[in-house]
């Protein structure tokens, strides 16, 4: 009964609130310098936002009557919080922003990326935190531009667990389900206007997702009206950049044209070998064609040719001097030449309808195409020994000295001095493979080294449409349909011969293990000994397809003291794997298309915002989903076989966070504790086998994991012209059950074996789960700008080879022998602490141009012991359980790095 009675108050108390009286918030939002409109600021106040229109303007319905802070953030300008007091109608008149000039001075957010990954996926190394860098929420701005050089991955979620939208489309990676950030890069004046959601609260542009959701901004009437000249200086993954951008606004013929062009280059940057040559192209036009109907165009392109960086062990680091040594290059002909080398050149089209049939209600439809080409280059080598330089029977540490089996000492001495005095055993040695190549030649044999180059061209359909309504002042409606139809062309093709005259398509490693049986070593029996010259397909060739659609619907409801909402998708996935080569080994499933894969998911959500006062409020939300899997961590072995993870199925994600957000004239910030529950992962590497001398792939799956934690940012006022920041992120990201896992030779050579992984309570790697930043930052007279912050991360761990964590590895070992923690132990990797500063000043020239300049600079005190992430080698040493065999592979922390940036507008 008292139940009952309970839940009749409360069902009350919220339908009155529905009818008590609400105040509405209108202006306009203009720049501090030169007093134009400013267009796609975020407007908010609690848990409610807006952007203002082409001509600054906004209005904010449903708001709570007294008292309230309202905040303005936008790219480039410094956020800007004030106390308001709502009543019914509520004109703020003309509000300014003052430019930010470290915004630039970072890099320009999200488009400045750097990798640390040696693998083939853009996205994988990229801090998903990146697209919120001008969000007025003070950590979420400090995790963007601080802890991103760490690889800080806001509560440990990957890419895929926060859903990006440029023009209004989602556009990601068919294999991985990850947004490539690298296909706008460069682009940042053009694409630095955007609006985001974190966490679990609602968007009015997508349904959402666990780590929130950015809309990119593309239409033209949305970009501020000027033109702005880029120069930019630096130490990291180039040394040169230059940007032009000119935007009309909406004219006066209700057009708008936004044009923008950069190159970014370098010979070099921070890492040796890493040259980098791109460049990058956009135009947005928009045609208003009533006060309810406008269409808009955008196209953007960003071919970019980079060097790549490896990872290596820690021996090779100290034997190079350095711990940023980079195994992937050498000399040829007095030339640095990278072997592995990215090349991306992926165009999009967008076309947007925006349709306001009345001030409550807008539909905007887009559609979006990707298509083009993306590819990595790497050595393969046919019946000779491994050129890379690195590995591992070319270190000092493969001879010990061994008397009795005719080791002496001076052998590991001998390759030691070599490694710190000739380059050309520290690097690859071009000379020498060619000179290989070449004595082939003369014995019409085929190629012993050439450059392959692995294709991951995506090519995109993407369709949304999306209605906001506002039923009335208390009740918004948000909804929407998407469609996807996403094609990966998946091939190899020869990129370099090395002086060589020809290479035969057939696998090398079956022709060792199945030797006289022409048949199993076909690479494809289409076209057996097929030979193959340069930018020819080989190896292998297929497509993954996959086809998605949702539907989505979010009610928001805003009373006097409580703001909620709840929302409901629905999705349907289809993929399947489509062969053009028939392989050897795998005959009956690699050629044509194979099994389609079929999921219906759902997601709910739901959450609520208390208004203590308009200073302080408690925010609460929670969702259940459920999310087909992504095809790269589906497929055993796409490249030559139709064949999945067992026990294939979507996975489940329980998640909720509650935050207490403070708005105070001196102090404001938020405090959120979250925690999320994964069931039903899959993860899958490949990998090469020294042994075996073939592709193994590991596939884990049914697995558990949780990912929990505290986020804290805090500004504090200290006088007008000094604050104190203060952010941090306090995680425990863990493995809560024991895996499975289905391991696979890609040779045929060994038959599939399926063994459990004892990885319960093993760290989630690849993040700091721990990171803390303090700052100070001065804002003096004349548009001058410093900021100095102290930053510490630690709790980092390797990613583990689960091979190691299995009872087949621990196979001789008695208990309690000394062996055993070193094989199943995950690696802690050391953490440590950075300085960063910046400075910036803008120049006001006869009242129409502007100057501005800034610089920063990044671990001011050269902490290069800071280890950002690495991974076991997935080999292991089962004869003598020496896990120093095939030692991990590090990635360091850059050292010094700066930043110059000279801007000129009008």
């Not at 806001?154 to 947004?179: A, H, K, P």
């Amino acid at each position: 009964m008292n139940k009952k009675l309970l839940l009749l108050l409360l069902t009350l108390s919220l339908l009155s609130g529905l009818y008590a009286q609400t105040g509405t918030l209108s202006g306009r939002v203009a720049d501090a310098e030169s007093g134009k409109a400013l267009p796609s600021v975020v407007v908010k106040v609690a848990v409610g936002q807006t952007i203002t229109d082409e001509a600054g303007f906004f209005t904010l319905t449903g708001l709570a009557i007294g008292e309230s802070v309202v905040d303005f953030s936008a790219a480039g300008y410094l956020s800007l919080s004030q106390l308001v007091k709502i009543d019914e109608n509520t004109d703020l008149g003309t509000i300014k922003l003052t430019p930010a000039f470290n915004y630039d001075a970072f890099g320009g957010g999200l488009s400045e990326i750097s990798l640390s990954s040696d693998g083939d996926d853009d996205s994988k190394g990229q801090n998903v935190s990146g697209l919120l860098s001008s969000s007025s929420d003070v950590f979420v701005s400090t995790a963007s531009y601080t802890f991103g050089s760490a690889y800080f991955r806001m509560r440990g979620y990957d890419n895929d667990l926060g859903s990006t939208y440029i023009g209004n489309t989602q556009i990601s990676d068919v294999e991985t389900g990850r947004t490539t950030w690298a296909l706008w890069g460069g682009l940042n004046d053009a694409t630095r206007n955007k609006v985001s959601v974190n966490g679990l609260a609602p968007a009015s542009f997508s349904f959402g997702n666990l780590g929130g959701a950015t809309n990119v901004i593309t239409r033209a009437s949305q970009h501020r009206a000027q033109t702005k000249l880029t120069y930019s200086l630096s130490n990291r993954t180039y040394t040169n950049r230059v940007m032009v951008t000119h935007s009309t606004g909406l004219m006066d013929n209700n057009w708008a044209v936004t044009v923008s062009g950069s190159r970014r280059w370098g010979n070099g940057g921070y890492i040796e070998g890493t040259y980098y040559d791109a460049w990058a192209g956009f135009i947005g036009i928009e045609r208003k064609l009533s006060e309810k109907h406008s269409l808009a165009f955008t196209a953007f392109v960003a071919p970019v040719r980079r060097g790549m960086q490896g990872g290596s062990t820690q021996e090779a680091y100290d034997l190079s001097g350095t711990n940023h040594y980079n195994p992937n290059w050498g000399y040829q002909n007095g030339q640095v030449r990278n072997a592995r080398e990215r090349h991306m050149n992926q165009p999009v089209l967008i076309m947007n309808h925006y349709w306001t049939p009345s001030d409550k209600t807008q539909l905007t439809s887009s559609v979006s195409y990707l298509f083009g080409e993306t590819g990595t280059t790497a050595l393969n080598w046919y019946n000779s020994s491994d050129p890379r330089p690195d590995y591992y029977r070319y270190l000092p540490s493969y001879y010990p000295a061994d008397i009795e089996a005719g080791t002496p000492p001076d052998v590991a001495e001998a390759y030691a001095e070599r490694w710190k005095n000739d380059v050309n055993t520290r690097q690859v040695n071009w000379d020498k493979l060619y000179s290989i190549n070449y004595l082939a030649n003369l014995e019409g044999k085929q190629a012993r080294y050439t450059i392959e180059k692995r294709h991951n061209d995506q090519n995109q359909l993407n369709f949304s449409s999306v209605i906001n309504h506002q039923l009335n002042d208390k009740i918004r409606i948000d909804g929407g349909i998407e469609y996807n139809r996403n094609t990966g062309s998946f091939y190899k093709t020869l990129y370099d011969l090395m002086g060589g005259e020809f290479w035969t398509d057939v696998d090398q490693f079956a022709e060792r293990d199945f030797s006289g049986n022409d048949t199993i070593l076909q690479n494809d029996l289409n076209n057996p000994n097929r030979v193959v010259k340069e930018g020819d397909k080989f190896g292998y060739d297929y497509k993954l397809h996959q086809n998605s659609a949702n539907i989505w619907g979010v009610a928001r409801f805003s009373t006097q003291k409580l703001d909620y909402f709840a929302g409901l998708q629905l999705s349907h996935t289809t993929f399947w794997r489509e062969g053009f080569m028939r392989n050897g080994r795998y005959p009956n499933s690699s050629f044509g298309e194979g099994e389609k894969h079929k999921f219906l998911d759902y997601a709910v959500k739901a959450g609520a915002t208390y208004k203590i006062t308009g200073r302080h409020f408690i925010e609460g939300n929670a969702a259940l989903l459920t999310r087909a899997p992504n095809i790269r961590n589906t497929y055993l072995s796409a490249r030559v076989r139709d064949a999945v993870i067992p026990d294939l199925q979507s996975e489940t994600i329980m998640s909720g966070e509650l935050s207490y957000h403070f708005r105070t004239p001196l102090l404001q910030g938020r405090i959120t504790v979250f925690h999320s529950k994964f069931e039903n992962s899959s993860e899958i590497n490949s990998f090469y086998h020294d042994s075996l001398r073939t592709f193994v792939n590991h596939a884990m799956y049914n697995i558990d994991k949780v990912h929990q934690g505290i986020e804290i940012g805090a500004q504090l006022k200290i006088s007008s012209a000094f604050s104190v920041v203060t952010s941090g992120s306090f995680g425990n990201y863990r493995y809560t059950n024991r895996a499975n896992a289905s391991i696979t030779v890609e040779n045929g050579s060994v038959p599939d074996v399926t063994k459990i992984i004892y990885n319960k309570y093993f760290y989630i790697p690849g993040t700091p789960q721990t990171a803390v930043s303090g700052g100070l930052k001065y804002r003096g007279p004349g548009f001058l700008f410093i900021e100095a912050n102290v930053n510490y991360f630690d709790n980092i761990y390797l990613d583990f080879n689960p091979e190691r964590r299995t009872s087949s590895a621990m196979v001789g070992l008695l208990p309690g022998d000394e062996k055993i923690p070193g094989i199943i132990n995950q690696e802690k990797l050391p953490g440590g602490m950075t300085l960063d500063a910046s400075i910036g000043k803008s120049i006001r020239i006869k009242d129409k141009y502007y100057l501005n300049l800034n610089l920063s600079v990044s671990n001011i005190l050269d902490n290069q012991e800071i280890v950002t992430g690495g991974y076991e080698q997935m080999r292991f040493d089962y004869a003598e359980h020496n896990v120093n065999k095939f030692p991990a592979k590090y990635f360091y922390y850059y050292g010094r790095t700066y930043f110059l940036n000279i801007g000129f507008r009008f």
